[in-house]
Nanobody, 125 residues
Framework: QVRLVESGGRLVQTGGSLRLSCTIS????????VGWFRQAPGRERDFVGA????????KYVDSVQGRFTISRDDPKNTVYLDMNSLEPNDTAVYYC??????????????????WGQGTRVTVSS
């Protein structure tokens, strides 16, 4: 059984930084691309970015480009989302998800097979 567990979410001030972690178990880690999504209150779950199976390819939405970085540590079966220059608009529950589809870069939730339970990030103004 594939399981994803996010951690690292907390309250942070505007301009601050945060690292989220996503640890995957029960699967061949290198078989999956991993994406990060976020969902603010009253809104749909939005794609933030993703990293390929190899870790060589990353993709980000425009709103986080240059501020957020996704990386993977294969020996630890963990993917990280490093967030800098945080803004109140970044406040959301952040989810990681695993995909075996070539369409993972599309950011569509339908391209992802397994999801974590989410970790809450609150950015205070």
């Amino acid at each position: 059984q594939v399981r994803l567990v996010e951690s690292g979410g907390r309250l942070v001030q505007t301009g601050g930084s945060l690292r989220l972690s996503c640890t995957i178990s029960g699967a061949t880690f290198l078989s999956y691309a991993v994406g990060w999504f976020r969902q603010a209150p009253g809104r749909e779950r939005d794609f933030v970015g993703a990293v390929s199976w190899s870790g060589r390819v990353t993709k980000y939405v425009d709103s986080v480009q240059g501020r957020f970085t996704i990386s993977r540590d294969d020996p630890k079966n963990t993917v990280y989302l490093d967030m800098n220059s945080l803004e109140p608009n970044d406040t959301a529950v952040y989810y990681c998800a695993a995909s075996r589809s070539d369409g993972y870069e599309s950011g569509s939730v339908n391209q992802y097979d397994y999801w974590g339970q989410g970790t809450r990030v609150t950015v205070s103004s």
